[in-house]
């Protein structure tokens, strides 16, 4: 069986390469403005796919009408790499990430693709544009999720967020939503 999920989740990445290549192409030459929404939706289908391969059962507490409202600043801690398979699943988002992870194998590539905004955080002189562009990216409508810690934690102790990024809903007027992950 394990197999098999193997199989299906790597059939999962090359399809959505090969199809969310050929439709950024697309989009970007006929309706530019569309294309973070555009491909926002779609890694949030890619990833509805994969919680539904690997078998994850979440559960969502709360105002869960939030989730479907545009323009949302959503802010949870990181305490596993399957955070973006749950959090990217809950709404269509582009999601802010460190650098390194556009390096990795496949899905570098693939997070790349779905829009996400990859940051230096090493170079401030650089923050400054990440943050305009994560405004531009809430005034067009879109969600963004951020793990303010900027790492993956246990959860037991609370590391110093990196709140620059926090100028970004303020500046587009956007709901700033805390999120929690808790594991069974």
Excluded at 32 to 47: E, G, T
Excluded at 153 to 164: E, V, Y
Aim: hydrophobic share 45%; aromatic share 10%.
């Amino acid at each position: 069986m394990l197999i098999v999920k193997v199989a299906l989740i790597t059939i999962s990445f090359v399809f959505y390469l090969i199809f969310s290549c050929i439709l950024h192409v697309v989009v970007t030459l006929f309706k530019p403005s569309k294309r973070w929404r555009i491909m926002s939706h779609s890694s949030y289908h890619l990833i509805r796919i994969l919680q539904k391969i690997i078998g994850l059962n979440i559960t969502v507490e709360g105002e869960v009408g939030t989730l479907k409202q545009k323009k949302r600043f959503f802010v949870s801690r990181h305490l596993s790499y399957i955070d973006g398979l749950v959090l990217g699943g809950l709404t269509p988002a582009i999601f802010i990430s460190k650098r390194e992870i556009k390096l990795w194998p496949i899905i570098g590539q693939v997070v790349a693709i779905s829009g996400t905004v990859f940051v230096d955080r090493k170079k401030k002189q650089k923050i400054n544009g990440a943050i305009d562009y994560i405004t531009q990216i809430l005034e067009q409508g879109i969600s963004i999720i951020d793990f303010p810690e900027g790492t993956s934690t246990d959860g037991l102790r609370l590391f110093p967020f990196q709140s620059a990024f926090f100028r970004s809903p303020i500046a587009a007027q956007s709901p700033i939503i805390p999120i929690l992950i808790t594991y069974k």
